[in-house]
Structure formats: C-alpha cells, structure tokens
C-alpha cells in the first residue's frame, strides 16, 4: 500500500467485510432476539464504510488529531468464538475485539513509516476504529456491566 | 320652575371632564412589612403538586388544577395550587404543611382589578408581579407541621446480626407504627410510582384508625405479596415521598410489613373473603416467583383454574432461592403464597418445562400460558481463568444457602459487583464466617444495589473497594485458593454524555488471594425450553420479552411477565406485571365481558 487511495481501498474492504461477517452471523444465529442485533451490528459496519467513502471522495476528513476515550475493557477479555448460539455479551466481545485489532493495525503501520501524508492516513484510520471500539465498548459497559 | 334648574342637569355634565375625586389604586406606596401574610407564591419547579396546601386549608380556598408542563413527571402530580382570593384567609396554613416548602407569601397586599375573576390565580403560572417578591411569611426554620425524622426501626446490631440468619429489621410496635402513619400527608404521589399502584394512603390511614383487616383488603387488591413487600420492596414510593423533601420519607414499606404482622394468616379467608365462581377455562403459569403466583391470584379469583409449574422445590422463585432469609424470613413469604395456594391454585413443584414438560404440550392443554420465568442464569465476567473451581456464582452461594447447603466460600472471599445479589451474598458470606471484600468498578454511589443494603453490608463489616476492575484469575500457590488481579479505575466522564465509565488504569494493577471468588455481576434468562421459531414470535430484545399491551405476545394464548419481561427486575415490577397480566387473560378468554362500554370493570384490581 504506497498511496492514500490504496490505504482507504483496504480501509473500505475491511469495513465492508466486518458487515459480511456479522450478516452471514446474522443468518446463522440461534437465540432469540441475537438476529436483530447482529444486523444491527452490520449497519453500522457499513456507515463505517460510508465515512471511509466519504473520505476518499473528499467529501470528509480523518481527524488523527482528536482524543479518543479508551475503555480498555475488551484489552482484558477472553476470545470467543463467533458461533450459531452466540449471546448478546460474546457479540460484543467478538465486536470490540475486531475493532481493537483494526485500531492496532493502523497504529503500529502508522508508527512504522515516516512522518508525512501517508502516516496522517493510518494516523486518522486508527483514530476511526478507536472510535468503533468505543462505540461497542460503551455498549458492553452499559448493557453487560450493568450491576458490576 | 326656574332657569337654574332646567340648566343644571347641563352643569353636571361638565364635571365629567373634572379629575375624579376616587382613585383606582386608593394606596400606593405603603408596603406590607417584612413578614406580613400577603399575596402567593409558588415556586412551582420545586413543588411537585402534593395538594398539602388543598387538605390544610380551612376556608377551601386553594384547588389543585393541571398544569401541562409539569405532567407526567416522576413524582410529581402534574398539578399546581390555583388560589380563590375570595375565600383566603391569609392564615398561612398553607405555607406551613407545604412538603416542598415551594409555597410562600409575599409581603404585596394591593391588588386592583376590575375583573373579579382574576382573583381566581395559579401562583407561580400566572405572572403576577410579587412572585418574585423577596419579603413575606416564610415557615421558620426547622419548624414542621409534621415529624420530619422517620421513626427509627429497631434493628439487631451489625454484632448480632451477623451471627446468625435471625431477620435483622425487627418490625414497629403499634404505637411506633401510628406516630410513623401520622407523618403521611395522604398526597397519593407514591401510589403512581408503585409499579403496582398499591393504595398507600388509605393502608396507611388504616394503621391511624387501627383497622389493620382493611388495610390488609387495601394491600391485596393489588399485591398478594405483602408480607414480602413489607420487607424487601424497593420502595420506590419512598422516593418520591414529599416528606422525605424536607425530612425522611415516610417508612412506607416497614408500614405495609406492620399491617400484615398484625394480622394472622388463619384469619386470611375471612377477611379478604376471596369468592371464586369457577368459569371452566385452564390457565397454565410458568414459574412460581412473584410474577407467576400474582398473576395466579387474581386469575383465580377471576375463576380460572390454575397450574403454576415450577422448576424449584418451593415457590417464590428468587424471594425464596435469591432473598436471604435475615431480610425477608421463609415464614413471611410462605404467608403469602399460602393464602394465594389456599384458593385453589395448584402448584406442581420440580417440573421444568422444555425437561419434564414440553412447553408445546402446555400451548395443547391450557387455555392461556403466562410465563414468568424469571432470570436465573448467572452472567460470566469473561475475563480470563474464570473458570478457576474456586470462582464461585453469587445465587449459586444464595441458593445453596437458602436450601440448607453449606456453599463452601471459606475464610476470605472477594465479591465482584455492586448489585443486590452481590451485597446479599456479600452478607450471606459475613454470616457463614467469612471476611468479606467487595470489588466494584464504579464508584459506591453508581452501585445499583438498594442503599440501606450498602450501609448495612458495611456495618456488618464487609469492606468495598470501589472503582475496582477485575481483569484475571490466577491459581494459586494453595490449590484451595484463588487469586485475583484486578486494577485501579479512574472514573472518565463520556464526551456523549450520560454517567461517567471506569477507565482501568493499568499501571495500578493489585493481586489478591481468596478462598473464594463469587462472581455477581449480573443475570440473564435462560430460554431453552422455547423453540427458537417460538422465542422470534415472542419477539426478544436484549435477552428480555418485549411483551404488547396487556402482557400479550404475538403467540395468540401466551402472556409474559416478571424479570424476564421488564427493565426494573425487582418483586413489585413483576407482581404488577402478573396482575396486568390474569387483566389481559381474564379479557382474552371472556372477550363478552368487556364490552367497549364496561372496558375493564371488574378485572380493574379494585373488584
């Protein structure tokens, strides 16, 4: 990946295969209600891809300067499977984990190549799915961490 | 007749051009002092519409009438004092009982229209120019028409308590629960926020007038629970009690208890004088908690007849298996299932449906199904070792004790969460010996446990770490034991708003070793025994039934209710929901009897 262009087609792809994963997820899930919410999961993978869009037509810009609150709550759970009889919690682990090893794609690529256009872009990519991250993070702690 | 006076009626007229000798306002300048009883106040953010002031006046003078913008808010009756000038005293009356303390006077004494019926006003909603008038009666400082400290309930010491399962809170005497009644101020708030709309006031006056068997028919007309109620409610009539603005609330929930204590349960069948007319249709329950057996009740006394099948050995479901015996004694509560057993309900113990009955089965036999199956899977932290032999679940422990088992926690344990089962078991664990340290990842004040429940845990020694999160499970050097580690949280506001979340700080990381773990940090319903083409037309949302109107689900004969079914997952919640539940039955299965003219009549839980 050398230009902006082909770092958010990979951004894109990514985005769009995370809204793959939870659909066919969807189609496949067993107890009650986990439908709904897995495709729910999958909307919002694809206005994540939309914002991808949106940036590589000029039409939005990264903000690899803003600060993102960290929860770190998915830093210390156990992997799950993403399997038929998935519940709401593991949805969610399996949601926050994928977005933390997206956010620490971008970071470490950003890290690795000098300052300059280029490392603005894994900048601005990792700032995004840090903000994914938060996104089901703040779920879990709302909806799973209720009486802890 | 002269020239004068055929004139003169012409001179008087020129007088009409004169400046007149009367004034509209005769006095002008001349204030009212400091303190003088003049025109009304309300600052009407602050009351909250307890009519007080309408019960205390002598002269009728003061009416509570609707105010749009104050409707529906919690704990407030939409409704605001509308003043008659023509029937005022200026007694002041009104200030003095005002719960709010948002009623006042002013120290303006001058009012001049020419329309009478401006005197009729809203204070606080009609602009009026003294409403924000500095002088006037105020009530004195710390002067009350009524106590403002709630009778203290006698409770065994933290010392004692600890020492055995003996129930801690140990109930008011008669004359203690008589001064406690008189502190009521009959505003009825708390009967809208009772999820079951219980009739406070009037079972609270029956205690003024010693008449405990008609506050005991008051209390079952909407709650066959009230032995229970009266001791673990989460009484959140409480806290919207107007007393409890300027003082403490009035001890609804001891006042219930009182009532029901005073009344023997052999005496039950007389004085409720429950008449059931059998009406042929079969009505099959899931679940023997207080969702399940509520709605039981009043189908039975509708004349269904009755089947409550129950996984358990015993009814009340987390009351008898969640609830610790120190709060809520098996005696109480078997109190009240008795009486509701006692019309003819048949509760057929260790039978789960999905094992030993299929839930299809029940769809074929039974008229209606109302399942109320409660939330008794512990949720898992996720976090990893956690399934370490020594990580033990709180309603396991609660459970286990509650049947007589010994739960094996040993001499230390941690207890993970901030919610009720986590203080119980928290305090079950003080009980069989142990010490006791309670880790939670918000601060005490976010714990959603009941508060008395806190402070009591703590005085009974239990020590909480706040802002505590749990991140491992380690084995430890004695295979007996376990070790947790668990990090420092710092508490982050969220840019979106909303209560601020733990952030862990993993530079201040903690190892410790217990002899046990217990986990209580949540449960969830388990929904095995439904098919899954059955769970999608019961339609699910977060693991909950999302039930429509009356209870009913999209599955034509079936009703849900009860923790599994409601966002509060505490007894009163469920037990209205049984109620509202048999109301939606009893209209699905006599669809005549409620014609669009006597809608409900009958089944509006005050027959």
Same mark, same amino acid.
């Given at each position: 990946?050398?230009?902006?262009?082909?770092?958010?087609?990979?951004a894109?792809?990514?985005?769009?295969?995370?809204?793959?994963?939870?659909?066919?997820?969807?189609?496949?899930?067993?107890?009650?209600?986990?439908?709904?919410?897995?495709?729910?999961?999958?909307?919002?993978?694809?206005?994540?891809?939309?914002?991808?869009?949106?940036?590589?037509?000029?039409?939005?810009?990264?903000?690899p300067?803003?600060?993102?609150?960290?929860?770190?709550?998915?830093?210390?759970?156990?992997?799950?499977?993403?399997? #038929?009889?998935?519940?709401?919690?593991?949805?969610?682990?399996?949601?926050?984990?994928?977005?933390?090893?997206?956010?620490?794609?971008?970071?470490? !690529?950003?890290?690795?190549?000098?300052?300059?256009?280029?490392?603005?872009?894994?900048?601005?990519l990792?700032?995004?799915?840090?903000? %994914?991250?938060l996104?089901?993070?703040?779920?879990? #702690?709302?909806?799973?961490?209720?009486?802890? | !007749?002269?020239?004068?006076?055929?004139?003169?009626?012409?001179?008087?007229w020129?007088?009409?051009?004169?400046?007149?000798?009367?004034?509209?306002?005769?006095?002008?300048?001349?204030?009212?002092?400091?303190?003088?009883?003049?025109?009304?106040?309300?600052? *009407?953010?602050?009351?909250?519409?307890?009519?007080?002031?309408?019960?205390?006046?002598?002269?009728?003078?003061?009416?509570?009438?609707?105010?749009?913008?104050?409707?529906?808010?919690?704990?407030?009756?939409?409704?605001?004092?509308?003043?008659?000038?023509?029937?005022?005293?200026?007694?002041?009356?009104?200030?003095?009982?005002? *719960?709010?303390?948002?009623?006042?006077?002013?120290?303006?004494?001058?009012?001049?229209?020419?329309?009478? @019926?401006?005197?009729?006003?809203?204070?606080?909603?009609?602009?009026?120019?003294?409403? %924000?008038?500095?002088?006037?009666?105020?009530?004195?400082?710390?002067?009350?028409?009524?106590?403002?400290?709630?009778?203290?309930?006698?409770?065994?010491?933290?010392?004692?308590?600890?020492?055995?399962?003996?129930?801690?809170?140990?109930?008011?005497?008669?004359?203690?629960?008589?001064?406690?009644?008189?502190?009521?101020?009959?505003?009825?708030?708390?009967?809208?926020?009772?999820?079951?709309?219980?009739?406070?006031?009037?079972?609270?006056?029956?205690?003024?007038?010693?008449?405990?068997?008609?506050?005991?028919?008051?209390?079952?007309?909407?709650?066959?629970?009230?032995?229970?109620c009266?001791?673990?409610?989460?009484?959140?009539?409480?806290?919207?009690?107007?007393?409890?603005?300027?003082?403490?609330?009035?001890?609804?929930?001891?006042?219930?208890?009182?009532?029901?204590?005073?009344?023997?349960?052999?005496?039950?069948?007389?004085?409720?004088?429950?008449?059931?007319?059998?009406?042929?249709?079969?009505?099959?329950?899931?679940?023997?908690?207080p969702?399940?057996?509520?709605?039981?009740?009043?189908?039975?006394?509708?004349?269904?007849?009755?089947?409550?099948?129950?996984?358990?050995?015993?009814?009340?479901?987390?009351?008898?298996?969640?609830?610790?015996?120190?709060?809520?004694? #098996?005696?109480?509560?078997?109190?009240?299932?008795?009486?509701?057993?006692?019309?003819?309900?048949?509760?057929?113990?260790?039978?789960?449906?999905?094992?030993?009955?299929?839930?299809?089965?029940?769809?074929?036999?039974?008229?209606?199904?109302?399942?109320?199956?409660?939330?008794?899977?512990?949720s898992?932290?996720?976090?990893?070792?956690?399934?370490?032999?020594?990580?033990?679940?709180?309603?396991?422990?609660?459970?286990?004790?509650?049947?007589?088992?010994?739960?094996?926690?040993?001499?230390?344990?941690?207890?993970?969460?901030g919610?009720?089962?986590?203080?119980?078991?928290?305090?079950?664990s003080?009980?069989?010996?142990?010490?006791?340290?309670?880790?939670?990842?918000?601060?005490?004040?976010?714990?959603?446990? @009941?508060?008395?429940?806190?402070?009591?845990?703590?005085?009974?020694?239990?020590?909480?770490?706040?802002?505590?999160?749990p991140?491992?499970?380690?084995?430890?050097?004695?295979?007996?034991?376990?070790?947790i580690?668990?990090?420092?949280?710092?508490?982050?506001?969220?840019?979106?708003?909303?209560?601020?979340?733990?952030?862990?700080?993993?530079?201040?990381?903690?190892?410790? *070793?217990?002899?046990?773990?217990?986990?209580?940090?949540?449960?969830?319903?388990?929904?095995?025994?439904?098919?899954?083409?059955?769970?999608?037309?019961?339609?699910?949302?977060?693991?909950?039934?999302?039930?429509?109107?009356?209870?009913?689900?999209?599955?034509?004969k079936?009703?849900?209710?009860?923790?599994?079914?409601?966002?509060?997952?505490d007894?009163?919640?469920?037990?209205?929901?049984?109620?509202?539940?048999?109301?939606?039955? #009893?209209?699905?299965?006599?669809?005549?009897?409620?014609t669009? *003219?006597?809608?409900?009549?009958?089944?509006?839980?005050?027959?």
């Amino acid at each position: 990946m050398n230009s902006v262009d082909e770092i958010l087609d990979y951004a894109i792809d990514q985005e769009q295969q995370a809204a793959d994963f939870y659909a066919n997820l969807a189609g496949r899930a067993e107890k009650a209600g986990m439908k709904e919410i897995l495709l729910e999961f999958a909307a919002e993978e694809q206005r994540h891809k939309e914002r991808l869009l949106a940036v590589k037509n000029g039409d939005h810009e990264l903000t690899p300067e803003q600060e993102v609150l960290d929860l770190k709550i998915s830093d210390y759970l156990v992997e799950v499977d993403a399997t #038929d009889d998935i519940s709401y919690q593991d949805a969610l682990i399996v949601a926050m984990k994928r977005e933390r090893a997206a956010y620490e794609l971008y970071r470490d !690529m950003a890290e690795k190549i000098p300052e300059g256009r280029l490392r603005e872009v894994f900048e601005g990519l990792a700032k995004e799915e840090a903000k %994914h991250k938060l996104f089901f993070e703040s779920e879990y #702690d709302e909806r799973v961490l209720m009486d802890n | !007749m002269n020239l004068r006076d055929l004139l003169s009626p012409f001179f008087v007229w020129q007088r009409a051009f004169e400046k007149p000798y009367t004034s509209l306002r005769p006095t002008i300048d001349r204030p009212g002092a400091p303190a003088y009883r003049g025109f009304h106040i309300n600052v *009407t953010e602050e009351c909250i519409g307890c009519g007080s002031c309408h019960t205390i006046c002598q002269n009728h003078a003061i009416d509570m009438v609707p105010v749009a913008e104050f409707a529906g808010r919690e704990g407030d009756s939409g409704l605001r004092p509308r003043f008659d000038y023509g029937r005022c005293c200026w007694c002041g009356l009104c200030v003095d009982i005002c *719960t709010a303390a948002s009623l006042r006077m002013s120290n303006e004494y001058a009012w001049f229209t020419e329309d009478p @019926d401006e005197f009729h006003f809203t204070a606080g909603v009609d602009d009026k120019p003294w409403q %924000h008038n500095e002088h006037g009666y105020r009530r004195a400082e710390g002067y009350h028409l009524y106590p403002p400290k709630r009778i203290a309930m006698d409770m065994l010491s933290p010392d004692e308590s600890v020492q055995s399962f003996e129930e801690v809170a140990r109930g008011y005497s008669e004359e203690q629960a008589r001064k406690e009644a008189d502190r009521c101020v009959e505003c009825g708030i708390c009967v809208a926020t009772c999820p079951a709309h219980m009739d406070v006031p009037d079972y609270i006056h029956s205690i003024r007038d010693g008449d405990y068997e008609k506050g005991l028919q008051l209390m079952y007309r909407t709650n066959p629970f009230p032995a229970t109620c009266g001791r673990i409610c989460t009484r959140r009539c409480e806290s919207v009690c107007p007393v409890g603005i300027l003082g403490e609330p009035v001890a609804i929930r001891w006042l219930k208890r009182f009532i029901v204590d005073q009344v023997d349960a052999q005496d039950y069948r007389r004085i409720l004088n429950d008449q059931i007319t059998e009406n042929g249709h079969r009505v099959a329950i899931i679940g023997a908690g207080p969702g399940g057996l509520s709605a039981a009740y009043y189908l039975r006394k509708k004349g269904h007849a009755v089947t409550v099948f129950e996984a358990q050995a015993r009814g009340g479901g987390m009351l008898r298996y969640g609830v610790p015996s120190y709060r809520l004694p #098996d005696s109480d509560l078997d109190k009240d299932i008795d009486y509701i057993v006692s019309l003819g309900v048949d509760i057929r113990y260790n039978t789960r449906i999905g094992k030993d009955l299929g839930f299809d089965k029940l769809l074929q036999d039974y008229d209606a199904v109302f399942l109320s199956t409660g939330l008794s899977v512990p949720s898992s932290m996720r976090i990893h070792g956690e399934d370490h032999p020594r990580v033990l679940s709180g309603l396991q422990v609660l459970a286990d004790v509650a049947s007589g088992r010994d739960p094996g926690i040993g001499k230390q344990v941690a207890v993970i969460g901030g919610g009720n089962v986590a203080m119980d078991a928290a305090r079950v664990s003080r009980r069989l010996g142990a010490g006791v340290t309670i880790l939670y990842r918000r601060r005490i004040a976010d714990m959603p446990a @009941d508060t008395e429940e806190i402070h009591e845990s703590q005085e009974e020694g239990c020590t909480i770490v706040p802002q505590a999160i749990p991140v491992e499970i380690i084995e430890a050097d004695n295979p007996q034991r376990v070790t947790i580690k668990w990090g420092e949280a710092e508490m982050v506001q969220d840019p979106k708003g909303g209560r601020p979340r733990p952030v862990l700080q993993e530079e201040r990381m903690h190892t410790d *070793t217990y002899d046990s773990i217990i986990s209580a940090i949540g449960q969830g319903s388990n929904l095995d025994f439904l098919s899954k083409d059955t769970q999608e037309q019961l339609a699910i949302e977060w693991g909950k039934f999302t039930p429509g109107e009356y209870q009913h689900t999209a599955l034509e004969k079936v009703f849900v209710g009860g923790d599994a079914a409601n966002r509060t997952a505490d007894a009163i919640s469920a037990i209205e929901d049984g109620h509202h539940a048999a109301r939606g039955i #009893d209209r699905f299965l006599n669809p005549q009897a409620y014609t669009e *003219t006597q809608a409900d009549n009958g089944m509006n839980g005050h027959e």
